[in-house]
């Protein structure tokens, strides 16, 4: 008992250093001094907390269930396909995967990231094939896409390299780096160094080819810019959303952003 206090201390300790070195990074980037108000300590408690959660949560992320019909469901939406972010598995996408079932989403099906570590191609390759199970198993034309972060990107990428325009009714993106992030210097997998600004993959992205939304905090240490997670605000099939005070991972935990996420899904229903 008294060592898993330890690890749960250290891994708290560790996450606060990490987090703390995120906002001084996003006031560098901004070019102002930070002041913490209320407001502030809150969101990054909450932030705090979301990483110690889903850090948690992990054991689950070896599942890979089936598709399958919610018994909530309600009307006849399309089929949605959540895909989690970097080093994230379903686990992160759970509680937006219950708040649409429970507002009658027949068809939520949560992905996994294969493998652990691969070029962002190779894992949208996973993304595109968990789109056709969805459509096998729901027997739908099309369906929607609620990805996080790098879920966002690789949605992207199967949507316009990877022949799924046809298959993609809609994307509703959670701070999604569609410009790349200056913090994937951080990261040891394969894909981080792809989820640069200068990459091949990112140069070679492209916008979303079907109607897209995307969700962006003002508090997000994680995407920099925060402008890289921003659709181009001119074009008519592109929706933009501009939240406050949430962190990378608190926006999963958010009823403001799921209530986004729902209004965008059930837009063209």
């Excluded at 008294?2 to 250093?17: D, G, N, R, W």
């Excluded at 492209?206 to 109607?211: A, F, I, L, S, T």
């Amino acid at each position: 008992m008294t060592a898993l206090v330890s690890i749960l201390l250290v891994l708290t300790i560790a996450h606060a250093i990490g987090l703390a070195c995120g906002l001084a990074i996003l006031a560098v980037e901004r070019g102002k001094s930070v002041h913490f108000d209320l407001r502030g300590i809150s969101a990054f408690v909450r932030e705090l907390c979301a990483h110690l959660l889903f850090l948690g949560l992990k054991i689950g992320d070896r599942i890979r269930p089936n598709p399958c019909r919610s018994p909530h469901a309600q009307g006849s939406r399309t089929p949605v396909l959540l895909v989690p972010g970097y080093a994230d598995g379903r686990s992160t996408m759970l509680p937006l995967a219950s708040y649409l079932r429970t507002r009658g989403w027949g068809w939520v099906h949560v992905a996994n990231h294969t493998p652990f570590s691969a070029p962002l191609p190779d894992l949208a390759d996973s993304v595109a094939r968990e789109v056709r199970r969805l459509q096998e198993a729901s027997g739908s034309d099309q369906v929607d896409i609620g990805a996080f972060s790098m879920g966002g990107v690789l949605s992207t990428w199967a949507i316009n390299h990877l022949n799924c325009s046809e298959r993609v009714r809609s994307l509703v993106t959670i701070a999604t780096p569609f410009s790349g992030t200056r913090t994937a210097v951080f990261g040891m997998r394969r894909q981080a160094s792809d989820l640069l600004p200068d990459s091949a993959c990112i140069l070679d992205l492209g916008v979303p080819q079907v109607p897209a939304t995307a969700i962006r905090s003002t508090f997000d240490t994680v995407i920099l810019p925060v402008s890289s997670a921003e659709l181009p605000e001119n074009d008519p099939q592109y929706t933009n959303h501009l939240v406050h005070w949430h962190g990378h991972h608190a926006m999963l935990l958010s009823t403001e952003v799921f209530a986004l996420v729902a209004h965008a899904l059930d837009a063209d229903t």
